[in-house]
């Protein structure tokens, strides 16, 4: 028996995507990725300043980044054709997309929410 909310996992994923999409477009940018990248390089007997590795890190972020927003949108507008509200699609996407986010921040880049 197919589930009745066939959009609800749809418009979770897409938040979650969304979520992904944003990690990924701040590694693209952050110092945190110039510590990875000579992380990488010294375990790989390289220079640590070493601008390929480093560059080559941040273009698989980048790509990463531009790979999540389509399946983000591609998701996101299945569960839109699905449901019978776009609100209640809309809804549950920033959701999973604020707490993902959130729990996300908290785990690689070590950033603090205040209490509400």
Do not use: Q, Y
Not at 52 to 60: C, G, Q
């Amino acid at each position: 028996m197919p589930p009745k909310t066939p959009w609800l996992a749809l418009a979770a994923a897409s938040g979650a995507c969304a979520a992904f999409n944003g990690v990924f477009a701040k590694l693209t940018t952050t110092d945190l990725t110039t510590s990875w990248s000579t992380a990488i390089s010294t375990s790989l007997h390289l220079s640590p300043s070493n601008k390929i590795v480093e560059f080559t890190i941040r273009a698989l972020f980048f790509t990463l980044n531009l790979l999540f927003n389509a399946i983000m949108w591609t998701l996101f507008t299945k569960a839109l054709t699905r449901a019978s509200s776009t609100t209640r699609v809309s809804i549950v996407n920033t959701s999973s997309n604020f707490l993902l986010t959130a729990l996300l921040g908290l785990m690689i880049f070590k950033e603090r929410l205040p209490a509400l």
